[in-house]
């Protein structure tokens, strides 16, 4: 199973980036996904997660400025990012939780990340 991410970038303070998130591989099912973000010097932190049926969460940092969507036949999830701020300047993470086939269990799979830098 492979995670890759998408769509970081360099963007000034109120401006707007969408990363996107693909699951390949032998996957049987995803549950929940989710993006998460590490700046320097700080702990990995959960920015927004997302049911298969589409029930979501949000960091209360991001509340009513990002939005998590996904696209369950493409095991693709998004982040759209708006209004940003230098403070969400970090490397962004895609997570999954996933069966590869109906007999083994759920396991979280982790993309390679992408920076997001907001700086003027």
């Known amino acids: 199973v492979q995670l890759v991410e998408s769509g970081g970038g360099l963007v000034q303070p109120g401006g707007s980036l969408r990363l996107s998130c693909s699951a390949s591989?032998?996957?049987?099912?995803?549950?929940?996904m989710g993006w998460y973000r590490q700046a320097p010097g700080k702990q990995r932190e959960l920015v927004a997660s997302?049911?298969?049926?589409?029930?979501?969460d949000y960091a209360d940092s991001v509340k009513g400025r990002f939005t998590i969507s996904r696209d369950n036949p493409k095991n693709t999830v998004y982040l759209q990012m708006n209004s940003l701020k230098p403070e969400d300047t970090a490397v962004y993470y895609c997570?999954?939780?996933?069966?590869?086939?109906?007999?083994?269990?759920?396991?979280?799979?982790w993309g390679q990340g992408t920076q997001v830098t907001v700086s003027s």
């Open positions: 997570k999954a939780n996933l069966k590869v086939t109906i007999i083994l269990g759920r396991n979280d799979y």
């Open positions: 591989g032998s996957i049987f099912r995803i549950y929940e």
């Open positions: 997302i049911t298969s049926g589409d029930d979501s």
